[in-house]
């Protein structure tokens, strides 16, 4: 259980840095904020490229996961910070992604 929760933490770190650090390279070039918001955008990418190592699992496992809670957390992050008020539909595709994350994180293996 240890192990799940680090390895949710470490999404949750990731998805925070990679969408954080996108975002804010889109104010940058998109609404005219000044230069240290890409700056700032910038580094915060390079970090999340860093955190997605420490994931224990594979590469191609790590992105997998990651993926399906990178969309939620986007819809989160779209929600809190651009007023955009998720639909049904959008509710509905974050939880199928994440009954997905659930199979691939903790479906028992043989």
Do not use: H, N
């Amino acid at each position: 259980m240890l192990v799940l929760l680090k390895a949710l933490g470490l999404f949750l770190l990731a998805g925070f840095c990679e969408i954080g650090g996108g975002y804010l390279v889109w104010q940058w070039l998109r609404s005219g904020k000044p230069a240290w918001y890409g700056l700032l955008g910038a580094v915060l990418l390079v970090v999340y490229g860093g955190v997605a190592t420490w994931q224990p699992t594979s590469f191609g496992k790590t992105y997998a996961v990651y993926g399906a809670l990178f969309i939620v957390l986007s819809i989160a992050w779209a929600w809190y910070f651009d007023g955009f008020r998720p639909d049904r539909f959008d509710v509905m595709g974050g939880l199928i992604v994440l009954v997905g994350v659930g199979v691939i994180l903790g479906w028992p293996r043989s």
